[in-house]
């Protein structure tokens, strides 16, 4: 599934040579990835390798120091509307004085355009959405006042309300407790199901095992992609996980170091 | 509009001194206040001791005495603890709620001193930017001589600000590098915070009646930061920082009585002139030197692709390919190898350029880089061929003797790289 | 006692004005931009000085359209600093608005000095007078109001869901930088327009404590828009009632002390976040870390 060319047309997701620099110290050298829909993708790797990065440099929120990527043979800004997002929780202010029925219609934002308010059809989209995960009877509540789970539920909610072709989540399981995490899962393979490609960067290696059809190591350069049982080998994962490349560090911060006149 | 010609008295002397002492103070707890990202705590200082001021006079203190000191102090104290229980009680975003307490205590402050302005001599005016010209006609007899008060209180205020901060320079320099790091390793962190809030409340009073309430900020954070630019270590920082206000408090005051306008005015104006300058012409951080380092860095790279590839030219005239006569020149390209024809690394025949010794040196020493990089990147992250030259033709320029040695341990000392091609061994200049 | 039609109007431009920055400081806050505003108010000054010696009149169209100069470039002095130099933010705004408002002064002090007439009621764009407007000026003044109160009713989807999530805002296609400028350039319209009630130093006041005691009442985005703006509104007309009352004081302190203490009301009494309610009922946290 992940990085087979050979079965006609573009891929629905590709790295190209990708390097992405954290202001001017690379980061991420040289990745080269494919991914296609259908699937269920994981993206895997020790903190601070990149894994985030990668996400944010794909949806255009990080520039890219070199390569390219392509959705569906084309660049991010001509199929923007195929491409939904669920960021990590830790970004947004729970104390925001929204509810969770004002949060997940920012989903439909985009379709509307500029100045349009939502209409009924958009609030019919969000509460089917809701439903789906399980949370239409909190759709009044501000959002600081749910549990994490629920706040992850309704984040997927708002993705869902965008009604993308391809999903982006940043470690939308991490710290969220075990009920919630098997509703996101299955919503996540109803979309697979539906034809989708959900890639989701993702922390836990026992369930990537379990979940994920295709999965890529990350450590600063790409260790190794392609479907999860033949990916997850112990050498694989040795590399993956050995610790600091000192060497790239230093490369990095020597380029930082000779960059520092920008 | 004439401009006032210049006719010296001691007066403007002691305006002058006046205003460097009171600038002199606020530098040095200004360098505090910016490196600990806490100028906006200043501003709100500044601000809000007007009421403690106000208060302090009502109760029968004198203008610059202990009582207004102390007014003062506690005027900084109360807004500091308003704004944190705002923050914890009202859950408000720090900088809102010290917006809310600062705007509020100072509107007290000016209803107070204008409710009661027969029982104050405080013009509100004179409060937003001071009087500095009028400082020296209000003195006091100090050791049988007749000073400006103004001027024994800044001076007096100085030296306090520089004791304590010669007493707590080591607490507060960890306090100011890594507030965290300092309270694990038990450093007194609360009580220097709060020490340095009274230093910038006493910095202000003592600024009252030169420069006023708002422009003591500037006086506060200006020279600091202009500081910064220019060193990075917190002593020099500090003392730099002194100099810079020193030197445009009197120039200021002279420009203002040059252009009959307020001295406080055109304190502040000449100090954003040498933040300004500082910006664009500081020999590491200033604009000018990082544009300069940019093309320096530019040029280096066109330089040494351009040995790189005379040096490649010869390794296939070698493999025995014809002689290419490498004429597909950029202009940047013929600039760069002018300059090195001047330095020795290249030579003009009659078949073209052609490296010296110095030349083939050095590059191949940049071919080496290269070629190492492709194979550890081959080694390390299994791109395929074709993929490995664009990254390596940027990284060849950044990678030095050091890191070489380290690539090529782990590639395990090979010679060829994955195209097959040798790897020149590393050059002793 | 029958109040004159003069000051009616007045009165009617003022309040127009308060409600105004309180919607549009509802924004700022709920874009951690509260004190955005505070370096652009201290530049109008220079500004407004600016306007009256270039043009030699005192209208009021003149001088705020020159402190609407001032403060935007003091903006985009901020810009430059941070884009060019390694100053931090929090210093960054002190400098700028320090040495703005150092260049009012001086521009101030000069005209004053110099005896130019005319220049000598310029200091009641200090600390406010609305004693001094003309029904003309209110009316501009209100003008200006609603024409921003039309912007923030146009652009209030997109001003929320940046300020909420900026990430998926920009990941959406939305452009975020430009729709924080213009919020930004909205702020700075209604400082300047704040200028003749509240002051230079004071008129932060006016789009920071109306937003935050709404807070405290509501949890919809909508309603405490409406609230601020009506906090605002009430905290204006009480700086307008006080100059009218004792002539002698400046009406931008009156206006921030109206302001506040509908805060330390809200502060104390609102229902579940004031410090009352969370004292007598269950315990809600504030905030989610």
């Known amino acids: 599934m992940a990085g087979e060319a050979g079965h006609g047309g573009p891929h629905t997701v590709e790295f190209h040579d990708v390097t992405v620099a954290y202001g001017r110290r690379p980061v991420l050298w040289n990745i080269d990835l494919a991914i296609d829909a259908p699937g269920l993708f994981a993206i895997i790797g020790p903190n601070g390798a990149g894994k985030s990065t990668l996400l944010k440099a794909a949806l255009g929120l990080v520039p890219l120091a070199g390569g390219t990527v392509r959705f569906f043979g084309q660049p991010l800004a001509e199929v923007r509307g195929r491409i939904g997002y669920v960021p990590q929780r830790e970004t947004v202010d729970w104390d925001f004085p929204v509810s969770v029925m004002d949060v997940v219609l920012m989903g439909t934002y985009p379709r509307l355009g500029w100045f349009r308010r939502p209409g009924p059809g958009e609030r019919e989209c969000a509460r089917a959405c809701l439903g789906r995960v399980g949370l239409s009877d909190v759709a009044e509540r501000q959002i600081g006042r749910l549990s994490g789970g629920q706040q992850q539920r309704v984040f997927l909610a708002r993705a869902l309300a965008q009604q993308a072709d391809v999903y982006f989540l940043d470690e939308p399981l991490a710290g969220v407790d075990a009920r919630s995490q098997e509703q996101i899962f299955r919503v996540l393979s109803e979309l697979r199901a539906e034809g989708r490609l959900v890639v989701v960067v993702h922390h836990d290696l026992r369930t990537a095992a379990e979940w994920f059809d295709g999965v890529a190591l990350v450590d600063m350069r790409l260790v190794a992609s392609g479907p999860t049982a033949s990916v997850l080998t112990g050498d694989n994962l040795r590399r993956t996980y050995a610790g600091p490349l000192d060497v790239l560090d230093e490369i990095g911060l020597a380029v930082e170091q000779a960059r520092r006149t920008r | ?429 | 006692m029958t109040i004159p039609y003069n000051t009616l109007v007045v009165a009617a431009g003022v309040a127009a004005v308060g409600f105004a920055a309180g919607v549009v400081g509802s924004l700022g806050v709920l874009r951690k931009r509260a004190l955005a505003g505070d370096a652009a108010a201290h530049a109008t000054l220079a500004g407004v000085a600016a306007a009256f010696l270039v043009s030699g009149r005192r209208d009021l169209p003149v001088l705020l359209a020159g402190g609407l100069v001032s403060a935007l470039l003091s903006l985009g002095g901020l810009v430059l600093i941070r884009r060019f130099t390694k100053t931090r933010d929090d210093a960054a705004t002190a400098i700028v608005l320090g040495v703005s408002f150092g260049i009012g002064i001086a521009l101030l002090s000069g005209i004053t000095a110099r005896g130019i007439p005319g220049g000598g009621g310029l200091e009641q764009f200090l600390l406010g007078h609305t004693a001094a407007l003309t029904a003309a000026d209110a009316a501009l003044l209100a003008g200006i109001s609603l024409a921003a109160l039309a912007a923030v009713w146009l652009g209030l989807k997109e001003a929320t869901l940046v300020a909420f999530d900026p990430a998926f805002a920009a990941a959406s296609g939305w452009p975020v930088p430009l729709i924080d400028y213009c919020l930004v350039a909205l702020v700075a319209v209604m400082v300047v327009v704040g200028l003749p009630a509240a002051g230079a130093v004071l008129v932060t006041a006016l789009v920071v404590i109306p937003p935050v005691a709404a807070r405290l009442w509501t949890d919809r985005v909508g309603a405490m828009l409406l609230l601020s703006g009506c906090i605002g509104l009430i905290a204006a007309l009480a700086g307008v009632a006080a100059s009218g009352l004792v002539p002698r004081l400046a009406t931008g302190p009156m206006i921030v002390l109206a302001a506040a203490a509908i805060f330390l009301v809200s502060l104390l009494f609102a229902p579940r976040r004031g410090w009352l309610a969370r004292r007598l009922g269950p315990r809600i946290p504030l905030t989610f870390e």
């Not at chain 2, 402050?109 to 930017?129: E, K, M, N």
């Not at chain 2, 304590?164 to 965290?180: H, I, N, R, S, Y």
Request: aromatic letters at 6%; proline letters at 4%.
């Open chain 2, 1 to 429: 509009m004439e401009p006032t010609p210049f006719e010296w008295s001691p007066m403007h002397g002691w305006a002058i001194a006046t205003a460097a002492m009171v600038s002199a103070g606020c530098a040095v707890v200004g360098t505090l206040l910016v490196v600990r990202r806490m100028s906006l705590l200043g501003d709100a200082i500044s601000h809000a001791v007007l009421p403690g001021i106000a208060v302090a006079v009502l109760a029968g203190g004198r203008p610059g005495g202990p009582l207004v000191l102390l007014g003062a102090v506690a005027a900084a104290l109360v807004t500091v603890g308003l704004t944190q229980v705002l923050r914890s009680g009202g859950g408000l975003a720090e900088d809102s709620s010290a917006g809310v307490v600062f705007t509020t205590l100072f509107a007290a402050g000016v209803v107070l001193i204008t409710a009661a302005a027969s029982r104050i001599d405080l013009d509100p005016s004179c409060v937003l930017y001071g009087i500095l010209e009028l400082v020296p006609f209000d003195t006091v007899r100090v050791a049988g001589f007749d000073l400006p008060r103004a001027f024994v209180t800044a001076a007096l205020v100085f030296a306090a600000i520089l004791l304590g901060c010669v007493l707590t320079w080591k607490e507060q320099l960890f306090a100011a590098f890594d507030g965290e790091a300092a309270r694990a390793a038990g450093m007194p962190v609360t009580a220097t915070t709060i020490g340095l809030l009274a230093a910038t409340a006493l910095a202000t009073v003592a600024s009252f009646e030169a420069v006023g309430a708002i422009l003591v900020v500037a006086m506060l954070v200006v020279p600091a930061a202009t500081a910064e630019l220019l060193s990075r270590r917190l002593h020099r920082m500090m003392l730099l920082a002194v100099l810079i206000a020193v030197a445009c408090a009197a120039i200021g005051y002279l420009a203002a009585w040059h252009w009959n306008t307020s001295a406080a005015g055109m304190i502040a104006v000449v100090l954003g002139a040498a933040y300004v300058l500082a910006a664009v012409a500081a020999p590491q951080d200033g604009l000018v030197a990082r544009l300069a380092a940019r093309a320096a860095l530019g040029w280096r790279v066109t330089a040494e692709d351009c040995l790189a590839s005379l040096w490649r030219e010869e390794e296939a005239v070698r493999h025995g390919a014809a002689s290419g006569g490498f004429g597909g020149w950029r202009l940047r390209q013929r600039a760069a190898l002018a300059r090195m024809s001047w330095a020795g690394k290249v030579l003009w025949t009659a078949d073209g350029w052609r490296l010296t010794d110095s030349g083939r040196t050095e590059a191949e020493t940049v071919v080496r880089s290269h070629r190492l990089w492709e194979a550890w990147l081959g080694h390390h992250v299994k791109l395929p061929l074709d993929h490995l030259h664009p990254p390596a033709e940027w990284i060849e320029h950044h990678l030095g003797a050091d890191v070489r040695a380290r690539i090529e341990a782990e590639v395990g000392g090979r010679d060829t790289d994955p195209h097959g091609r040798l790897i020149p061994p590393e050059q002793t200049p």
